[in-house]
């Protein structure tokens, strides 16, 4: 017994004459009454089948017209050339004369349509992932999601790491986001937290002379979910030791490049660098996108002293040029004025500064600037004719921010933003510390066990929040893909960080006692870095949303649907554990 | 700034007069006065640094005297080739004659010695896991692991299967083992539950067309721990669809293959089959160990009527024939007796017959039977001159189980068992379900999802406990590595087997309604397996106990002793999780 000799992507012209068995299900069937066709798709493909009144058996067509669409059959039949070919599959010049039909199972009618483009709303599909999972773009994701965890391990294992596996029943620790804790029914009262990653477990490794690990690894936070933010996701983690950031910048670099070559045969350049500053300035973002300039121009010698009460009043006057805009219509250039005034991106106004082609200059802040004072500003912007300059002031910080979601903004208006091509740079010498006015307390940008420049050491006291990090961000097309940062591996300085951070010494010796021990007893020089491998895979395929690159992902409310969990447990199970639900 | 130019496994001879630096952790040193020597330790091997008074730098020497065992250190000298070679390392033909040393990290004393015999006990060992894991056997350990992992994904890749991840905050399921629950704070009073395996979603990959499916994933069982059982485990875990039991077996004794000649360069054999009538009727046991012989004989036609009534009241008089074994003292003999008589193996006593050297027969049956009697006895087990027979009887179930364990003993005392020899085989046609006594109700040996053998389906109802399913294990050596079954695909006999097993249809619904509402959309036939990761690298290695391949286990009470989990958590989250303790 055997379900097929082929799968239904594989036959060719050549193999005409061969008598085949096909199994899969059945995408459509047209029946022009003597005339009967059945497309068979599998995982591989699609093949057409046919039959035809008068040769075909009486039974078969009675078969063959009772299928309805996601039927699941087994048939045996001969490949033939087709009549009218289709040049658009890889199985399109033959079909199969069938012989035979065998019905494995039926199927209702689908709530959605199985097509690349389906009918279904989001919440159906999640109830029915496995039929949405049916549908060739998510297949295609997965597929992509499996050549590159393949190709991954591939290189990292040539480069000599192990994939080393960390535990997932670890111990809660309050810094960082919320965890997910598992009660113990062995030791009441007490509980497993699930890892939000692996990091103390992967410098532990390094401790412990493993040298370079890796572990393609799921991680969990119990977080308020954002869209596209997901309770578990999965991370590339990997960690060295004896490097300097110099290395592990080369060594991830390389990886990307590899997986660019491996899976989408692209030849990616040799990655940029930015420190953490100059993205700020120029970009208004630790994560620029690339792809396109518009980079910012600061203005504030311009700007001052021409009785502009809002320039005057500004901290910072800083705009970019949107090359070949000059034409934009008092209706965009509204619409852009709204759009940077909508509470998400917080700017009072847009001042703007056409280059027209023909040479004048026309700005929307004319009465307290001459055209004289405004050919500065576009000399200052490097504007050629037919360009407009847009420009935001206010608060340094704030209208950073504001000019960095304008930008990106114009970058999509100007098709400037195609998700298949990519500009990835390393981001570098982030701030070691931030500031949190609510809590009035420092956090760790990236986090505790991040090493501070060794130039920068003696701010830790008196500037703390000027000292910068060994810390660095891969960034693609403006995602923060992954990051990572060489360790502190000296039993003191993390102490002091702990303590920069307001843990007393006993709650770091409670919480991270294991990790501090370690250091006692020869920890070498390490660092390393996280790869979002949800979010690599999507930004690969040239999209924004992870969702549909986790085969089972959940809803914004932390619910898988189609399982319908989270849910209620048995009291028995409660009572184990010594646990009331309390309301 | 570099750490190193090469690891200190790789320099030769050949490398004479290179200036080179290496990082790693003292070994020892040896100081011999005026000659002192180094061994530097890192994940690639030893190398011999080397010093000598007058030609060396006083503050060098300085430096050398101060390290302790496990300080960090980076070094930087000229290959040179030694005095006094060491044929039993790969770098043993040179030494480093020391330029520079610099500190990188000190170290206090380990608690136990960094060698392959080490002096620490279990508890000290887990709590200070990081210096365990620099130990040779350990590194080899997981080393032994990566490459397992690379090899099984680059064969399974290879047969077209796609690696993908499924959910580890899934919905508790009462039936199997206990789970872990980790409770939801945005659905309050709600419970996810962590995996005991992937078995339902990998089930719904298939009737989403995935056609072939692997993942080595983490797996939770929230069991009271015997030995060597831990809460977490990893699984390498398949489905198939459209497949025999046939493919199957064919594609993952492919895979075992594969493995044994990637990783340990043995090819081995094509494996035995076996039903599991066949292997408990022949070595009392679903998971024989095959490296040796000494299949029982049933003897219940020799044995009775011959007014001892022990075998006269028996179910089963039963045998194996130890080869050799004829000269066995009687110390040797009443040894085994009370080995049969420990509680554990639970037989009432041991019957013997010498068949010794010189012809004769001597038995401790003789009163009851005569020499031509016993001569029908050393027939029946084909025995040579030189034998040993070792017979048990009683109840039939008992009987069989404990002849296995002595079995087993015999085995391991005449060397017939060892490790790094590997017989492999596939056992099956086990049972569908198995009767409890306690609870007076069917379980499903396998679990809820095997397909009963389509001829066996007619037993469902009034003989169940005769049906046999496709189901299938992997025995390597005695072990049971792994198993799975053709699954049922019908909506209609998923919703029996429920029946079968207890479920009301409302809690069939509840729990699997989402399988069972899949297999009304066109659900393939299907099938698969997992196997035990963590058990098949040992059984690799030669080894019994899955601890040391696990980087960080936990110990028998689920407890983590390095990082001391679980553990308290804090009100708040107890309160945020809407959750109160009670003793």
Redo the contacts between chains.
């Keep these: ?4 000799t082929h799968t239904c992507g594989e036959l060719r012209l050549t193999d005409s004459g061969k008598e085949v068995t096909l ?1 899969g ?1 059945v995408q459509r069937t047209r029946d022009k009454g003597n005339l009967l066709w059945i497309d068979l ?4 493909g699609i093949t057409q089948l046919f039959l035809q009144e008068g040769e075909s058996k009486a039974e078969l067509l009675s078969i063959a017209r009772s299928l309805g669409r ?3 059959i ?1 048939i045996v039949g001969v490949v033939s050339e087709r009549e009218s070919k289709n040049p658009n599959i890889p199985t399109g010049e033959i079909e199969i004369k069938l012989t035979s039909i065998e019905l ?5 009618t ?1 709530p959605f349509t199985i097509e690349d483009k389906s009918d279904g709303g989001d919440e159906l599909r999640m109830k ?4 949405d ?2 549908r060739n773009p998510l ?1 295609q994701n ?2 992509l ?2 050549r590159m ?2 190709a991954t ?1 591939s290189y990292l ?1 040539g480069q000599g790491f ?11 620790t ?1 810094e960082g986001a ?17 890892p939000q990653s692996p990091q ?2 992967k410098q ?2 390094m ?6 690990y890796f572990q393609i690894v ?1 991680c ?1 936070r ?1 977080e ?2 954002r869209a596209d933010r997901q ?2 996701f ?1 991370q590339i983690d990997c960690e060295m030791a ?3 950031q110099e290395d592990v910048l080369n060594t991830f670099e390389g990886l990307a490049r590899h997986l660019f070559r491996e899976v989408k045969n692209l030849d990616v350049a040799a990655f940029e660098r930015m420190d953490y500053a100059t993205a700020m300035k120029l970009y208004g973002s630790d994560k620029p996108d690339l792809r396109f300039g518009m980079a910012f121009e600061e203005l504030n010698d311009l700007a001052k002293n021409h009785d502009f009460s809002i320039f005057d009043e500004a901290e910072l006057v800083v705009g970019i040029n949107a090359e070949g805009c000059s034409e934009y219509s008092r209706k965009q250039l509204d619409a852009l004025t709204d759009f940077v005034k909508k509470p998400q991106v917080g700017a009072k106004g847009l001042v703007y500064i056409k280059y027209n082609t023909d040479g004048s200059i026309k700005s929307s802040i004319d009465k307290y600037f001459t055209t004289d004072d405004l050919k500065k500003w576009v000399d200052r912007f490097n504007a050629k004719p037919g360009d407009l300059m847009l420009i935001l002031s206010g608060r340094e910080e704030a209208t950073r921010k504001q000019l960095n979601v304008l930008r990106i903004e114009m970058g999509n208006q100007l098709g400037l933003r195609d998700p298949l091509v990519f500009k990835p740079l390393w981001v570098t010498d982030f701030p070691l510390l931030e500031w949190n006015e609510e809590s009035q307390r420092f956090y760790a940008m990236h986090h505790p066990f991040t090493s501070p420049k060794p130039e920068d050491i003696h701010l830790l006291d008196s500037d703390p929040g000027k000292v910068r990090a060994n810390a660095y961000d891969m960034v693609i097309n403006g995602v923060e893909v992954g990051g990572g940062s060489i360790r502190i ?2 039993r003191g300085l993390q102490k002091r960080m702990f303590s920069l951070l307001g843990f007393t010494d006993e709650e770091a010796m409670n919480q991270f ?2 990790l501090l021990n ?8 390490h660092g390393g870095l996280a790869l979002g491998f949800d979010r690599l895979t999507a930004l690969f395929a040239g999209h924004d949303s992870i969702r549909d690159f ?3 992902p ?1 809803n914004n ?4 649907i ?9 009291d028995e ?1 409660l009572n ?8």
Tied chains: 1, 2.
Excluded at 162 to 172: A, D, G, M, R, W
Excluded at 178 to 194: C, I, K, Q, T, W
Aim: hydrophobic content about 40%; aromatic content about 16%; cysteine-free.
């Design positions: 017994m055997t379900f097929r199994s299900w798709r599998d995982r591989y996601e039927f699941v087994k494995l199972n039926a199927s209702k689908p029915y992932r496995y039929l999972l049916r297949r997965l597929a999601r499996h965890s393949i391990r294992d192990f994939e080393i596996e960390t535990p997932y029943l670890i111990k809660s309050p919320r965890d997910f804790v598992v009660p113990s029914r062995m030791n009441p009262g007490e509980f497993y937290a699930l103390t477990f532990i490794l401790v412990a002379g493993y040298d370079r799921r969990f119990d308020d979910l309770p578990e999965t004896f490097v300097t591996h000296d006692g294991f370690a250091f006692e007893y020869g920890a070498p020089p986790i085969a089972f959940k409310s932390g619910r898988d189609m399982i319908d969990s989270p849910s209620p447990i048995a199970q184990e554990l010594h646990l009331r639900i309390v309301q």
